[in-house]
């Protein structure tokens, strides 16, 4: 049992349901305080570590307000996709989880504007542009097949997900890369704490999806056991049927033998076996002792 079964056996009755549909809702409300008050947010209510140190505690919550977009058709186009993920993603791993995702990925949103204020005293504005990112990769990963319409194109979210994890890679390790060389050389527009804040703020999809089974035997050791595996199992049952597909536990005849012959499994016998319609009904059954 990993950490997050542990976590969801003791807290799992705490979970929000459909949270993706409140998340939407205080999207909306945001989207409309900044038509009617553009100002407020920027002064009241965005994630200020400086600000944060001078009292003003509430912006480590208010600032989820923020919209994902300014203008009203990308606010629909974007209330509907997040909609989908976020719906699809809870009924996939379940509320629990799936709050454990997306607050995990707000906490670090704040860890990241906490070390780059504390180590290069920049008040790193934060919105949830990462934490959207996480998500969309999270759905591009449980979903790759899944499709989406971009000027009438049908487009997989496998590839767009890979688009926007090569985006966030070229962040990170173009920004350690200025430690070395200037941005202009290598072609980047980032820096060392736009990397850090990045790394951090983003941190949720790696230590989910490292910790997760869908993604636990994907090491390159694991992955050359496996096919070397299941090539000696195919070698070995192609020796025995003789490159047949099915074999008669009791006679040997297998469909090499006759293209009329049908093979069944034994849902009685105590294991695998397979035998032909002229034993399905008449073999001894096969059980543990025997």
Excluded at 28 to 56: C, D, K
Excluded at 76 to 105: D, K, P, Q, V
Aim: net charge positive; proline share 3%.
């Amino acid at each position: 049992m990993n950490w997050i079964q542990k976590l969801e056996r003791k807290f799992g009755r705490y979970a929000i349901h459909n949270l993706m549909n409140y998340v939407i809702i205080l999207n909306i409300a945001g989207f409309f305080l900044n038509v009617t008050m553009p100002s407020m947010y920027y002064q009241y209510l965005q994630l200020s570590m400086e600000r944060v140190f001078h009292g003003e505690v509430w912006r480590l919550v208010t600032f989820v307000l923020e919209p994902p977009a300014y203008n009203i058709i990308s606010m629909l186009f974007f209330c509907m996709l997040y909609y989908t993920i976020g719906n699809s993603l809870e009924n996939t791993w379940g509320a629990f989880r799936f709050n454990l995702y997306y607050f995990t990925g707000v906490l670090l949103h704040i860890a990241a504007a906490f070390v780059i204020y504390v180590i290069w005293h920049i008040d790193f504005q934060l919105n949830l542009t990462y934490l959207n990112m996480s998500l969309f990769l999270a759905f591009g990963a449980e979903f790759p097949d899944y499709q989406i319409y971009l000027l009438f194109l049908p487009i997989r979210m496998k590839w767009l997900a890979l688009l926007e994890g090569i985006g966030l890679s070229v962040t990170i390790i173009g920004g350690f890369l200025t430690i070395l060389f200037t941005p202009d050389l290598i072609g980047v527009n980032s820096s060392v704490p736009t990397a850090v804040c990045a790394l951090i703020a983003s941190g949720n999809f790696l230590l989910y999806f490292l910790n997760s089974r869908r993604f636990s035997g994907y090491h390159p050791k694991q992955i050359k056991r496996r096919a070397e595996y299941n090539h000696k199992v195919k070698m070995a049952a192609s020796s025995v049927t003789g490159g047949a597909r099915h074999k008669c536990a009791v006679c040997g005849r297998t469909e090499k033998d006759g293209a009329d012959l049908e093979f069944r499994f034994c849902s009685k016998c105590d294991g695998a076996y397979e035998y032909c319609q002229d034993h399905l009904y008449t073999h001894k059954h096969v059980t543990k002792g025997t």
